[in-house]
């Protein structure tokens, strides 16, 4: 780490999560027990993966503490945010995601994390009835009250540094306006006149932590910071911004599995995807308006992998349907199922077929844990707006779409981007190319 020529990562990280709930309480007890020696914090790409740096006789494989200052799992503060009064603990055994005794050795530690009272507004999440609620007249209301949450959160932890991570659930969705949401300006001014149709709650959380200086994290497929007005507030203030949506199961596989399809030069005719999941998130997905947003996410992955004008006889007018279906049973263990119909020399069809049978907190947590580590790395770095390096992580990779940027969705590619980025923040040279 001799090299980097990042702030150190002294003091304590503080971690506040909007939402506590199955993801967000995996990912504490992961943490803690892991801290305790008691579990390995398997899938975390931050705490496992080794980069090369250097070439030739120069050749090192490092981890990545080895070569960029990043925050250690022992100076780690957890608050976080709900609309249910439960406490870490009691929403890890509601999740019932991990057994008792994975939850029993941090019990002391996760009782403690009580969360704060949530900026929600029902018409954004109809299913959820909780009381641990503000009583807020404006959207700006809700930002201050949210902005006060933080600072007291910093003063009571003694910490040196938040960032702020959505893990709440998926909100209805909210078009882009480019009439509010254009510049900072128009956004102040929707808050202010409490404009409920165009600013979500998660939009006051967002803009709460960058004016707070914490980087903001968005791991449902809301809009919230998706929008030029948060991007210039981000660059403005020089806060990192990541989103959107955790890239998990299905969407993981996707976007590993496509570039197979077009490196090799087959045909897609179609690819359908379909889910069962009974826990929280589901029930609240179950709503067709909550869904929506989820399905704008998850569509986009496949268009900017397999594209038509680059391979029009291969990619035209491939048929990509997206489903979840709410089902009780499995809660959290959610399966998903693929068919891909392709087509091969002279157009004659094959196809694949994957079920993965996956627990999505299970791979939620170690995203949610690298995302927060990595944020709080990119702002000590200096860097503001939208961290691209991220995309890795993440279903719907967030990219200045008015400009006519595009995602970067291959999973191999964004790697390569993360690899890069930790390279040229450890002070060593970005080498590898993305064709
Ligand atoms: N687990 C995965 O594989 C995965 C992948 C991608 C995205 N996500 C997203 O992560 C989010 C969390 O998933 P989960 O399984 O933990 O869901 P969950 O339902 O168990 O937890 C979400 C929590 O957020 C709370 N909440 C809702 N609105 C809030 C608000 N305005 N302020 C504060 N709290 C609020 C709810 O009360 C609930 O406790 C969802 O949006 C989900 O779509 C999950």
Redesign the pocket.
């Known amino acids: 780490m001799e090299k980097s020529k990042v702030k150190p990562a002294d003091g304590k990280l503080g971690i506040m999560v909007?939402?506590?709930?199955?993801?967000?309480s995996t990912f504490m007890t992961g943490v803690l027990m892991a801290r305790k020696g008691l579990a390995k914090p398997v899938g975390s790409m931050t705490q496992y993966d080794k980069i090369r740096v250097g070439k030739g006789n120069d050749k090192k494989y490092l981890s990545y503490y080895d070569i960029v200052p990043l925050a250690k799992l022992d100076d780690i503060v957890f608050g976080a945010?709900?609309?249910?009064p439960a406490n870490a603990y009691q929403s890890a055994m509601y999740?019932e995601v991990l057994k008792e005794k994975d939850i029993n050795p941090v019990k002391d530690e996760l009782s403690k994390i009580v969360p704060f009272k949530?900026?929600?507004d029902k018409n954004y999440?109809k299913r959820?009835d909780?009381d641990n609620v503000k009583s807020c007249a404006t959207r700006w209301d809700m930002v201050e009250e949210l902005r006060a949450d933080i600072k007291k959160f910093k003063a009571d932890n003694g910490l040196d540094r938040v960032v702020v991570a959505w893990?709440?659930?998926?909100e209805i969705y909210v078009e882009p306006n480019l009439k509010v949401h254009d510049t900072l300006a128009h956004l102040e001014e929707a808050m202010k006149a409490n404009d409920t149709v165009n600013i979500a709650?998660?939009m006051c959380y967002a803009y709460a932590a960058l004016a707070e200086g914490c980087p903001f994290i968005m791991?449902?497929p809301n809009t919230t910071v998706d929008i030029p007005a948060m991007w210039e507030m981000s660059e403005k203030l020089n806060v990192p911004i990541a989103g959107k949506?955790?890239k998990?199961?299905q969407t993981l596989v996707k976007s590993g599995f496509a570039p197979i399809i077009g490196t090799r030069c087959l045909g897609l005719a179609g690819w359908f995807s379909t889910n069962i999941l009974g826990?929280?998130?589901g029930l609240?997905?179950d709503e067709p308006a909550n869904f929506h947003t989820?399905e704008v996410s998850k569509l986009s992955t496949l268009e900017s992998i397999l594209q038509a004008d680059k391979q029009p006889d291969l990619y035209t007018d491939y048929y990509h349907k997206v489903r979840i279906n709410y089902y009780p049973p499995r809660n959290d263990n959610k399966e998903g199922w693929d068919n891909i119909d392709i087509f091969g020399w002279m157009g004659y069809p094959m196809q694949i077929k994957i079920n993965f049978l996956c627990r999505?907190?299970i791979?939620?947590a170690p995203l949610l844990l690298d995302l927060c580590l990595l944020s709080d790395l990119a702002a000590r770095a200096g860097k503001g707006g939208i961290q691209r390096f991220l995309s890795f992580f993440l279903?719907a990779p967030m990219h200045d779409y008015t400009k006519n940027e595009e995602p970067v969705n291959h999973l191999f590619q964004q790697y390569t981007m993360l690899k890069n980025a930790i390279r040229e923040m450890g002070g060593y040279e970005a080498d590898e190319e993305i064709d």
């Open positions: 909007v939402g506590l709930g199955a993801v967000t945010w709900d609309v249910y999740a949530a900026a929600f999440a959820l909780g893990a709440a659930s998926t709650p998660s791991g449902a949506d955790f998990t199961g826990n929280r998130d609240v997905l989820k999505d907190s791979l939620a279903k």
